[in-house]
Structures are given as structure tokens and as C-alpha cells.
């Protein structure tokens, strides 16, 4: 005695879900993840330096791209001078008086990498998770 399943519309439908609808939210989600990033670089310590406004005003998160290996997004601030602030070593006498109270070097980084990584993640994970039916 034996049972058979015919399982041909699951498949279907689960390679539609990974191919397609989980790509595009998470795509979603990186874009939503990349302006949070660009949010607490210029609100959390160490702030993006600030003097007349042109490094806050070039943050920009490009249009996440998705292939069939990986999904990926660019955010940043997009201004020749962003890296060499970044970057920054040594005694900078950075402004303190015009936005940023707290500027320092890796802006970007120390969000990423060591304050803000997991809540980056559970942004895109939340995306996921909606077309999962979570």
C-alpha cells in the first residue's frame, strides 16, 4: 500500500516565490535598510560632518539590483570629499556648531558594522517575511 503526492503546483509556485516575489522585496527592503544607514549617519555618533550642508545633502541610495546569485544596493553620500571625512585620522578639528555635535570618522562603518548591522538586516527581513505570509 502506498501513497502518492502530486507536488508539480507546489514547485512551481515555491520557485516562482524564490525567483521572483523574494527578490523583489528584499530589494525593497535593502533600499528601506540603505536610507536607514544614510538616517543614523547623520543622527547617531559618529555623525557625518556637517559645515554648509553639502555632504548630508548628497546622501543617496541607488536602486537595489537583483541577479540570480545576489540581490545588492550602493547608499552612501555621493561627493567627491565623503571617503577623505570617512576616512579621517588624527587631530580633525571638525565643526560642531552647524548639525553635527558629535562628527567623526567611519559614519558609515561603525553603523554597519558594529552599532547598527542586525537592525539593517531585520529591516530587509521584515520585506521577506510579508511576502512569506509572516
Known amino acids: 500500500m502506498g501513497m502518492t503526492i502530486d507536488m508539480t503546483d507546489f514547485e512551481k509556485g515555491f520557485k ?3 525567483e521572483n516575489a523574494i527578490p523583489a522585496e528584499t530589494k525593497e527592503g535593502l533600499f528601506q535598510a540603505g536610507n536607514e544607514l544614510l538616517r543614523d549617519a547623520i543622527k ?5 560632518p ?7 545633502g548628497s546622501a543617496r541610495v541607488n536602486k537595489a539590483i537583483a541577479t540570480k546569485d545576489e540581490v ?4 552612501g553620500f ?5 571617503a577623505r571625512w570617512h576616512e579621517a585620522e588624527g ?19 561603525s553603523k ?4 547598527n ?12 517575511k510579508k511576502v512569506l505570509g509572516g
Open 16 to 18: 516562482a516565490l524564490v
Open 117 to 128: 548591522g542586525k537592525k539593517y538586516l531585520d529591516i530587509v527581513g521584515e520585506y521577506v
Open 44 to 48: 547617531e555618533v559618529p555623525q557625518a
Open 91 to 109: 587631530n580633525v578639528n571638525w565643526t560642531t556648531t552647524k548639525g553635527a555635535t558629535h562628527p567623526g570618522p567611519k559614519y558609515l562603518e
Open 72 to 75: 545588492s544596493i550602493e547608499a
Open 112 to 115: 554597519m558594522a558594529v552599532n
Open 50 to 56: 556637517k559645515d554648509i550642508g553639502d555632504l548630508w
Open 78 to 82: 555621493n561627493i567627491k570629499y565623503a
